[in-house]
């Protein structure tokens, strides 16, 4: 668990490498400061599991973020999007309603736009998420040709 001080860094702004990791430009390190970040504690124990808000999404932004306070990122999952919560399992897709096409257009022109608040099932951190498929699995057998 990365302690407190930590936390309340990510959640003030970090300075991470811009760029690639440890790349030097012109003898030096290029280093930006990252905007303040939401920083929730989703799930604890061993392996906690963070759910962090960002207003900016640079080039493995999270990962840099954590490793400045010391912390090691294994697992990403995304479950948001502006104002669009994806709620459908990976490799599923669905049409956006007419209101999300409008909030993204709203995004786009800069206005204010604020998520769902209820999270999909599928798109809370507590369980893993299976995908729900109402087609009938098929099976597949293979026989193998003797060599000529």
Do not use: C
Not at 60 to 70: D, P, S, T, Y
Not at 72 to 81: A, D, L, M, Q, S
Not at 84 to 104: H, I, N, S, T, Y
């Amino acid at each position: 668990m990365p302690p407190n001080e930590g936390l309340e860094q990510i959640r003030r702004g970090v300075m991470i490498d811009r760029g690639r990791l440890d790349e030097v430009r012109a003898g030096r390190r290029d280093r930006i400061l990252t905007a303040p970040a939401k920083v929730e504690l989703v799930r604890g124990g061993d392996n906690p599991w963070y759910e962090v808000t960002l207003t900016e999404g640079r080039n493995r932004q999270l990962r840099k973020m954590f490793e400045e306070i010391g912390h090691h990122v294994e697992k990403i999952r995304r479950i948001g999007y502006g104002a669009l919560r994806l709620d459908v399992p990976p490799g599923e897709f669905r049409e956006l309603k007419p209101g999300e096409v409008m909030a993204l257009d709203r995004a786009a022109k800069g206005r204010k736009v604020e998520p769902k608040k209820n999270l999909p099932e599928f798109a809370k951190l507590k369980t893993p998420a299976k995908p729900k498929s109402n087609k009938p699995r098929r099976t597949f057998a293979s026989k193998a040709r003797p060599s000529r």
